[in-house]
């Protein structure tokens, strides 16, 4: 167990509906990445955070958004989903911004029907 | 070019073997290494984490990492049907905005 919690598990949606993803990083853990992972794909960055504020941004299409909430919780928000937005989302954290190792959640496999 | 190159394989060895998989890198900035192994479909789980050149061993893994060439490996030795999995490495900067990961390896272990 990696101390990273991810809900929910499994997500079955149709299109141009909205989900909202949720991720609890390790206790102590101030940073939190999101990334995305179709199939056979290898693991797409989309937005970084660090104790509440936006750090990086990577291939995060205009429809996603994101944010840290204070209890450094995370939730990945997703709209107007379409067939292709079906994968698997993954979050990760770190305990600081930098040197140290990131660990994985089990992640949410979303699929848009 | 991608930042990172990983052979996607897939390999396929005999229980028993010593797997080497590998990856290139083009940032130079790049100081932190990890490589995780992920099952089919289930959360990446870490292995090895290394910092600057050098190698690091842990059981079965040893991990190293040339800067000078921007090329890490990572070695399993006795490997075993469990070993089965794709492997990921991954790299960050010392700012670490980014974990950048490789498209990962696919790994068969046969009996």
């Known amino acids: 167990d990696s101390g990273v919690t991810q809900t929910p598990k499994h997500l079955i949606t149709a299109t141009g509906q909205r989900v909202t993803l949720r991720c609890s990083p390790r206790?102590?853990?101030?940073?939190v990445y999101w990334y995305q992972q179709s199939l056979d794909q290898g693991l797409q960055f989309l937005i970084q955070?660090?104790?509440?504020?936006?750090?990086a941004k990577g291939n995060i299409l205009e429809r996603f958004s994101a944010q840290q909430f204070p209890d450094l919780h995370s939730e990945l928000n997703l709209s107007s989903l379409e067939l292709g937005d079906s994968a698997l989302y993954f979050c990760?954290?770190?305990?600081?911004?930098?040197?140290?190792?990131?660990?994985f959640g089990q992640g949410t496999r979303l699929t848009v029907v | 070019q991608k930042e990172v190159e990983q052979d996607p394989g897939p390999l396929s060895v005999p229980e028993g073997a010593i797997v080497s998989l590998n990856c290139t890198y083009s940032?130079?900035?790049?100081?932190?290494f990890m490589w995780y192994r992920q099952y089919s479909r289930k959360g990446p789980e870490l292995l090895m984490y290394?910092?600057?050149?050098g190698n690091k061993e842990d059981g079965r893994f040893t991990a190293q990492v040339d800067k000078s060439s921007k090329y890490i490996s990572l070695f399993i030795r006795d490997s075993q049907p469990s070993d089965s999995a794709t492997y990921l490495c991954?790299?960050?900067?010392?700012?670490?905005?980014?974990?950048?990961f490789g498209q990962g390896t696919r790994l068969t272990i046969n009996p």
């Open positions: 990760a954290s770190r305990r600081q911004n930098s040197n140290t190792e990131a660990f």
């Open positions: 206790s102590g853990d101030l940073s």
């Open positions: 955070y660090y104790n509440g504020e936006e750090r």
């Open positions: 940032n130079s900035a790049f100081q932190y």
């Open positions: 290394t910092y600057s050149s």
């Open positions: 991954a790299m960050s900067d010392q700012g670490a905005q980014k974990l950048v």
